[in-house]
């Protein structure tokens, strides 16, 4: 097999800066633009790759992007997945006109969540396009709704693309996360009755009944969550997200709304989560009568825990060693796409240049370095994952 030469940083700049300089805001967020653009644009390129593209609609004018270069009959089949959709510029005042400064840090809104994930997955299909050999098939998955739902990640898993192993793109400083947290969050609402706000006895203040739920939330979720933790994800946790109620400052509300956040580990399931705000619910009513409290799942996302042997986190461990030196096992607290696709049985895990903790932040960035080094350990993990030597 010929060898090509490792991609270049005006590569990954020119690249990078032309997604970053593409809005792709998802739309469930106020004035988001979505990802259309930005997925015309990676069909674009992987159809210049020789790529066979196919569109996957997952909601109404929001198609995920799936790029397949085949290997022989018979090949292992490699997806490499990342996110297009970011969340709102917030205060960010130049979020989608991308700066490159002078410590080689790229700035702009999605440089690390995740559009520097995607830039080297592109350069990696290029690259791997121009092999004349290939016994390993790669596929490129750009899907949408990552931030908000991951309806698209839902839509590729449920189609008939598959893969014998996923690398999912995320900020995670080129560590292997083969494991993270999972989440449930429900919309809890207190019922009441308005009154005049000169004679709240008349009333059933729905916000005081809100109070008495979050009390005992705190309570009961402190005590029973102490001690539950995973060696790579670490403590189970739980937090009130939202809360919104009333409709006049002299008006007792009927009517209270509070979003509850769990965060669950890898070995707690989901319908032992539910049944646990269920319990906790209950002692509520207990202990306030007259509590007309409910809960109503509003999203779930799975957690992730795929073992190391897997050959994906094998051939992810041997192509970081072989590129950057070290192949660090990790956990995240965070969810991701891959949980969608471990859902149906391909084994993934999260490798991505960047750093969580700028990922949405007022100056998010990404090290073009390290982007060229998620490249080359792609191309590095697809070869090993063929069953050939890295380069």
Known sequence: MREEPAVSEQDAIELL????????VSPEIPGGTGEAAMAAKVAAYAEACGADVVFQEALPGRANVVGTLAGDAGAPVLMLEAHMDTVALGAMTRGHKPRLDDAGLLHGRGACDTKGSLAAMMLTLRRVSRESVRPCTLVLAATVDEETGSTGADTLAASAVTADGAIVGEPTSLEIVRA???????KITTAGKSAHSSRPDLGVNAIYHMS???QVLREEFTRRLTGRWHPLC???TFSAGTIRAGTSFNVVPDHCELVFDRRFLPDEALEDVDAELD???DIARQRFPGLKV??????VAGSLDTPEEAGVVQALMAACEAVTGRAAIAGAPYGSDAASLAAVGIPSVLCGPGDIAVAHSEDEWVP???V???????YAAWRHFAGMEAS
Not at 294 to 299: D, H, L, R, T, W
């Open 17 to 24: 800066t032309d997604l970053v300089s593409t809005p792709s």
């Open 180 to 186: 993270h947290r999972g989440g449930r969050f429900w």
């Open 212 to 214: 008495d739920v979050i």
């Open 234 to 236: 670490g403590d189970s």
């Open 279 to 281: 319990e906790v619910l």
């Open 294 to 299: 409910k809960a109503e799942p509003e999203v």
């Open 368 to 370: 073009v370095a390290e």
């Open 372 to 378: 060229v080094q998620a490249s080359e350990v792609y």
